[in-house]
C-alpha cells in the first residue's frame, strides 16, 4: 500500500500537482486519501494553477466499497463525520480561489464525477468512461449532486444519477462534464498546454472572476444545506438498501431490491 494516498508538489512557476495516489485501488476514496486531499489543499498558499490528476490506469473509482461498509456499521456520529470530511473536501476543491484543471483517464466513477466536476478546466483521454453509480449499491450521490448539477445541468444529472449508466469520453464532453477529449498519449501533452494558457492571465483577475461565477452556481450551497446534504448523504450509508447494496458487491451478486 502506499504511504501517501494523495501526492502534492508545487514547480517553481506556482503550479502545484496534486495526484491521487491509490492505484492499487483504482484511487478509490476512503478516509486516508479525503484527509489527503485536505493536507494538499492546507498547502496551496501562493499557487497560481492546480494540476489534479489520478496515479495508475484510472483517475478516481469513487468510494472504496469495503470502507463504506466499515463506516455503515458505526454510528450516525461517526457516518455524519466521514461525510462532512468528504463533503467539505469536494467543496474546498470546487471553491479555491486559482484556477484548477483535472486529467482524467480510465475510470472516473461516483465521487470521482463530482472532483471532476468541481474542477475548472477538465481534460479526459479517451479512454475514460464514467458514471454516478451511487443507487446501484443503495447509496446516495447527495454531497455532489450540486457541483454535478452546475457542470452538466439538472437534466442530466437526472439522467445519469438515476441510471447509473456509464458513458465515455464523448458524451462527457456533450454533457459538458469534460471540456475536451485528447488520445491518451496526449493527456499530460494537453494539461501542459492548457496550464500555459491559464498562467498567462491575472491571478487576482482570474480569483475575482471565478468567486463571481460561484456567486450565482448552486454547486456552493450555503451552510444550511450543506448540512442537510451531509446528513442524507450519511443516513443513507445506514439505511437497509445500502446494507443490501453493498452486500450484492461484496459477494459478487445482483441486489435484491
Known amino acids: ?47 497560481r494553477v492546480v494540476l489534479l490528476r489520478g496515479a495508475g490506469k484510472h483517475f478516481q473509482a469513487g468510494a472504496d466499497l469495503k470502507w463504506i461498509a466499515r463506516v455503515a456499521a458505526q454510528s450516525m456520529e461517526e457516518n455524519e463525520r466521514v461525510s462532512w470530511a468528504t463533503a467539505l473536501a469536494v467543496q474546498r476543491l470546487n471553491t479555491l480561489p486559482v484556477p484548477t484543471v483535472a486529467l482524467v483517464q480510465g475510470g472516473c466513477f461516483g465521487g470521482g464525477t463530482g472532483v471532476v466536476a468541481a474542477c475548472d478546466v477538465v481534460i479526459a483521454a479517451d479512454n475514460a468512461m464514467f458514471s454516478i453509480a451511487e443507487t446501484r449499491w443503495g447509496l446516495t450521490a447527495a454531497i455532489i449532486l450540486p457541483q454535478l448539477a452546475d457542470a452538466i445541468g439538472a437534466r442530466q444529472v437526472r439522467r445519469y444519477a438515476l441510471s447509473g449508466e456509464r458513458f465515455g469520453a464523448e458524451e462527457a464532453r456533450r454533457i459538458g462534464l469534460v471540456h475536451e477529449v485528447v488520445p491518451l498519449a496526449g493527456l499530460e501533452a494537453a494539461g501542459a498546454r492548457m496550464v500555459d494558457q491559464l498562467l ?28 442537510r446534504l451531509v446528513k442524507e448523504h450519511a443516513a443513507k450509508r445506514r439505511s437497509r438498501e445500502a446494507a443490501e447494496g453493498l452486500a450484492s458487491f461484496s459477494e459478487k451478486r445482483a441486489a435484491r431490491w
Open 200 to 227: 498567462q492571465n491575472a491571478p487576482q483577475a482570474n480569483a475575482e472572476t471565478k468567486g463571481t461565477i460561484l456567486d450565482y452556481a448552486w454547486g456552493r450551497p450555503g451552510e444550511d444545506a450543506m448540512h
Open 1 to 47: 500500500m502506499n504511504a501517501q494516498p494523495v501526492l502534492s508538489q508545487v514547480d517553481a512557476r506556482g503550479v502545484a500537482t496534486v495526484t491521487l495516489n491509490r492505484p492499487e485501488v483504482n484511487n478509490a476514496y476512503d478516509e486516508s486519501l479525503i484527509q489527503g486531499l485536505h493536507a494538499a489543499m492546507d498547502s496551496l498558499a501562493g499557487v
